[in-house]
């Protein structure tokens, strides 16, 4: 069976307790919600921080903290930092990055968001690329729209990055990129146009979840992206109970195309990252 990388996007910056009650905050709560999804089948965990008021956070030491606590509970797991922007100073969106945690989200170009303009211009991308490239921190190429990929590819011809990225197309966000499934083949060929040697995975906000995982499982991504920070339900009707539960789920949609999630040491090797 192939093995086939489960990312768990955990926390977000949007959701709140209010919205699930499983949404995890605390760096504890991170831990423990980290460590419960990597059983269940999750290699790499994408990380956001939040302040105690639940408001996202660019504090290096709460990153710290989710890092450590990842690394002691969940061996070789892939730890991503979010350099995201909803509610954080651009500024200061790569503090953490000193902290050397194996990848870390990186958004080449501007777009919309539902209530606001998230925000990325040339010279920000630039410097997140270069600071990533100092510490060793494998970026993640997070693809809004098309013009995106050709973001990636200047980084690559600045010599920010190799030539092997990896990329996240990421639709369903309201006011960006539907979640249209010949959307999904249009940017799929530029990114082989363009990104020749990029390894890929789709990520669908809300209840695009897994259409979009099923879209990408068929056409064979390298890996699949779930978690509370893209959707807080398992249904109309029902929220999710943990990240666990949507790692679950992600698992039972790669048996039923004849995958399997794929080990710590697998994603590693799959996404051109050294051994833990």
Request: hydrophobic fraction near 45%.
């Amino acid at each position: 069976m192939q093995p086939i990388v489960i990312a768990c996007a955990i926390t977000g910056s949007v959701p709140r307790k209010k919205d699930n009650p499983a949404v995890p905050i605390t760096p504890a709560e991170q831990v423990e919600s980290t460590h419960a999804a990597f059983e269940a089948g999750a290699s790499l965990v994408h990380i956001h921080v939040r302040n105690p008021d639940e408001s996202a956070s660019s504090d290096p030491v709460l990153f710290g903290l989710v890092q450590e606590g990842v690394r002691r509970h969940c061996p070789g797991m892939i730890v991503q930092f979010s350099t995201g922007g909803r509610g954080r100073d651009p500024a200061a969106r790569g503090n953490a990055l000193d902290l050397r945690p194996d990848m870390a989200s990186l958004s080449t170009g501007s777009v919309n968001f539902p209530t606001i303009v998230y925000e990325n211009p040339a010279s920000l991308v630039v410097d997140l690329a270069t600071r990533m490239q100092r510490y060793g921190v494998r970026p993640e190429i997070e693809l809004f729209d098309l013009s995106h990929i050709h973001g990636a590819r200047r980084l690559i011809d600045a010599g920010l990055m190799d030539d092997r990225p990896h990329v996240q197309v990421v639709m369903g966000v309201r006011n960006a990129l539907p979640a249209e499934e010949h959307l999904l083949d249009l940017m799929l060929g530029e990114i082989h146009r363009i990104l020749p040697r990029a390894t890929w995975t789709a990520a669908g906000i809300g209840a695009n979840q897994a259409r979009v995982m099923g879209w990408a499982l068929a056409r064979g991504a390298h890996g699949v992206r779930t978690g509370l920070e893209d959707n807080i339900r398992v249904g109309k009707d029902r929220l999710a109970a943990s990240n666990a539960e949507l790692v679950t789920l992600a698992a039972e949609a790669l048996a039923r195309t004849g995958c399997r999630p794929a080990s710590a040491a697998e994603a590693r090797t799959a996404l051109g990252l050294a051994a833990a």
